[in-house]
């Protein structure tokens, strides 16, 4: 098994961070997004979404969206639980889950990717050049700090994101925390619910993954 | 149980056809985005996030995001499978559920939700009101053309949109040609693969739910 990785970007860090909760050992190869290697034929070849990460099965499959590949690595290794058991337990932890990533990681990701100067005309991932569009960033940044309020009071209600244990949920709402800092965004001083929370997960040795 | 439903909607037409499918018979209310009945404190008590689909479940808990509850009915009722049975298949499913949702149909909604009338400062779902971004439309218009040829390619490869049946990627790519016809898009006369999934998954009994 290979995982296609770029260290700096948060969806690949969100797979290390499951890869390393499930106790795996599985080799990276790096695809510097930095010189834009994920548009070369050799890389479009295996994902041709042009995007990180993407798993390359032990037969040779390759698997993208990171959601996809966590499904696919809990279904092999089921323990320790990220997923769910319950149907209910399982649709919860994915409704939290696609909350945080399409809403919070969605705004953070627009304000980022229409401003950064690294990003210019590469405003969306994919083979097309996409120009950034400043209303973006004002918006983006509206919905960042709106996410954080609804994270706050979501866990005023619950010790972690999708409920009382630690799930794939928090492994997205924790890279996002981190990816937040590029927009100058995080949960502010009054978020006393979200720290308590940061401060558990930070603990976690899969934190430095 | 109950569906929170709304006719015209792409989302909730997703579940509809995925219970269909499953030949459930969930009873329907009807959240009347028309004259924002989401946005109402009865509804936001039920889904705070103003969106339809949102299930109610016989012990009264709220689901809400279309895959979340299309994996809790499909946990509640195996069979007919659409999301999978082994972790590869059920991990290429997801994938290319995800590319077809957050892509073609994101690609789609920019268009739409930027340009409709209907929809002035209501651009995102959600209880905020954002203004429509004229830049957004065209796009989304791009975004959604590129779509359709991916697509097409995908469906010269692979009967179906996950493999060599029907699944739940099938139901989101149906539900997507539907919708793109309100911004005047959708397969083109050249997109004989589309064309030949298409007259086979508009002739199941599903596809009038």
Partial sequence: MKLYDYAQAPNPR??????AEKGLDIPVEEVDLGTRAQLNPEFLAINPSAAVPAL???????LSESTAICHYLEGLHPEPNLLGTTPLERAQIMMWDRRIELEAM??????????????VNRSLTGT???DQLPDLVDRGQARATESFEWINTRLGESEYIAGDRFTIADITAFVLCGFARWIKQGPTDAHENTHRWLAAVSARPSAEA
Same sequence: chains 1, 2.
Avoid: C, H, K, L
């Avoid at 969100?14 to 890869?19: A, P």
């Avoid at 390359?56 to 390759?62: A, C, K, S």
């Avoid at 969605?106 to 990003?119: L, T």
């Fill in 56 to 62: 390359e099965t032990d037969d040779g499959d390759i």
């Fill in 106 to 119: 969605g705004a953070v990701a627009e304000a980022f990717r229409n401003s950064n100067p690294g990003f």
């Fill in 14 to 19: 969100r797979v290390r961070i499951f890869i």
């Fill in 128 to 130: 097309t050049n996409y």
